[in-house]
């Protein structure tokens, strides 16, 4: 495994060149991560076909984090994202780790779950006794549609019948559980729980009694917790030394460890420390075409599954060894949604060397981890604020409409100085009144 010193000093060619020897992204496709112009015109079509009243499309940039390693393989990382600071902050981490072993991630299962809410106004003794059969006529009216995923190693693997009574009148659930092989599954799930509830409905109307099961709705669910991925890392304590050089590794795991510790017992500061995680896996997310709005919803539900909101790591120091830890429910995928149609998500796959939906997940949690670990590991010696405006200075510049001679003589200026707004604006207003 090699580690690579100094990328953000490379040229944007360099840059493609190294990915290209590094990752399954060719030449070509590299040209088109190249390309900064308006899209072709079949990636143009695409574009507009994906979404509604379509007036244009709206860029974001993308950087990678190198040196990610996991499960002892190296990957260079597509983050999209605005905000500065965040690639730079997960490459400082991802190498720190990978000199240290890298990244350990294993998945505990790719189960994922969908409903179909009823009401029913009969004795519940009979639906829990008619349940048995009702399940099997559900099952063999799902057969067909199931068939393409059932051969993908997919399909419905539970159907359960939940009592919600005591909670709503008359309310229950059919509580569906999927595997979606390498697709989050969004539409597959909810294409068989409208299946389902028609045939619920169906059987319900041929019954000729006066009770009657309503539909109420049917549709995913966005909490999967079993879904879920661990990924952590681990080294001996004395290790620690390299992050900082202003605080012995001993302070650095107790004072790291204390930080933790208060996201598991404070929201103010747990939803800040996920936040943080968050930086990295939705960067990944969006590079990869994913839905990162169902996986940020179900990561804080289950942030609070114990009846309080907490930090989604865990933090083990002992005398010889640091083992910092996250563990997440991530459905996404790589194949289905515009995984395969995006025209730089098919490179950002190509870059990531073609994973398979495990391997997202495994590499979206270590990213995470990265951010989390890099924000945290700043917060308890220098503070963020001096790296984050380092690499905030070139927005600020911007927004001021500097000139190049303008820009080189503020990145000179501010390289061993404190950057904030009012100073960068005074420098400028300095330097345009000749002072
Ligand atoms: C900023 O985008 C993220 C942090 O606030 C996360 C944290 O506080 O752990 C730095």
Redesign the pocket.
Known sequence: MTIISGFSKFSHKQRLAFLVAHSDLNDQQALRLNDFSAPKEDQQRLLGEMVENYIGNFPLPMGVVTNMVINDESYSVPFVTE?SS?IAAASKAAKFWAERGGFHAQIESITKKGQVHFSWNGNPEIIHELFPEIKRILTDSTLEITDKMRKRGGGITDIQLLDKTNELPCYYQIDLSFETANAMGANFINTCLEKIASVLQNLSELNNEETKVEIIMSILSNYNPDCRVICWVECPVEKLSGWNKNLSYNSFAAKFKQSVDIANLDISRAV??N??IF?GIDAVLLATGNDYRATAAGAHAYASRRGKYKGLTTVIVTEQTFRYELEIPLAIGTVGGITQIHPTVKNVMAILKYPDAKKLMMIAAASGLA??FA??A??ISTG?QTGHMKMHLSNILNQLVTTDTERELANTYFSDKTVSNSAVNDFILSLRSGI
Do not use: C, P
Request: hydrophobic share 35%.
């Open positions: 905000e965040v800040t420390h936040k943080g930086n951010n989390n924000a945290i700043s917060l963020i």
